[in-house]
């Protein structure tokens, strides 16, 4: 399963960025789709991720500030990052689960200037 991460950049602290992933049609209608992100010397941390369903779950440091969306026409999936921090940059990985096993991106690199 290929999946195709866009969107990061640079961005002064405040700022906002969307993120976008797209995934196979054939594995996108119904799975959870979401993001992790690592930052320089740190674990990969997950950020958020969104069901089949469109419920969605969020780490509590982005909670009000990040909303996950998924759009069923494209196969994608959106992180709308608002109100940045200098703690928010990283690498951020966007994966899929299919039958409990996930599959990761790339990644796509979020600076945050203070």
């Known amino acids: 399963v290929q999946l195709q991460a866009s969107g990061g950049g640079l961005v002064q602290a405040g700022g906002s960025l969307r993120l976008s992933c797209a995934a196979p049609?054939?594995?996108?209608?119904?799975?959870?789709m979401g993001w992790h992100r690592q930052a320089p010397g740190t674990q990969r941390e997950w950020v958020a991720s969104?069901?089949?369903?469109?419920?969605?779950d969020y780490h509590p440091s982005v909670k009000d500030r990040f909303t996950i969306s998924r759009d069923n026409a494209k196969n994608t999936v959106d992180l709308q990052m608002n109100s940045l921090k200098s703690e928010d940059a990283g690498v951020y990985y966007c994966y899929i689960a299919v039958f409990g096993r996930q599959y990761w991106g790339r990644g796509t690199q979020v600076t945050v200037s203070s």
């Open positions: 049609g054939s594995v996108f209608t119904g799975n959870t």
């Open positions: 969104i069901r089949g369903s469109g419920d969605t």
